[in-house]
Nanobody, 120 residues
């Protein structure tokens, strides 16, 4: 039993900032890669960015220079700092974690999603 719980979404004006957090809990042995995806209405889910356990990051071109992913391994938590937000960033943001459970099973888990709306 593993849970990913996201927080921090909301409504923000263009040019504003938001910080999302995602905490993983439950029968976790280790977490490899954590990341964020998003899905806008009528579109497919897309990668925003990922962060490995060692701290290396990867971002979609559309968010490079504006978004920053970080993680606190001691808290099994990943963050997404979003700056200079644009209306096209409006989407449901999902946390994702590729982890090993205490039963030594590797699996990908998803959070429930949090809405981010960028509008004036």
């Amino acid at each position: 039993q593993v849970q990913l719980v996201e927080s921090g979404g909301g409504l923000v004006q263009p040019g504003g900032s938001l910080r999302l957090a995602c905490a993983a809990s439950g029968s976790i042995f280790s977490i490899n890669v954590m990341g964020w995806y998003r899905q806008a209405p009528g579109k497919e889910r897309e990668l925003v960015g990922t962060i490995a356990s060692g701290g290396s990051t990867n971002y979609a071109d559309s968010v490079k220079g504006r978004f920053t992913i970080s993680r606190d391994n001691a808290k099994n938590t990943v963050y997404l700092q979003m700056n200079s937000l644009k209306p096209e960033d409006t989407a449901v943001y999902y946390c994702n974690a590729r982890l090993v459970t205490t039963s030594r099973i590797t699996y990908k888990y998803w959070g429930q999603g949090t809405q981010v709306t960028v509008s004036s």
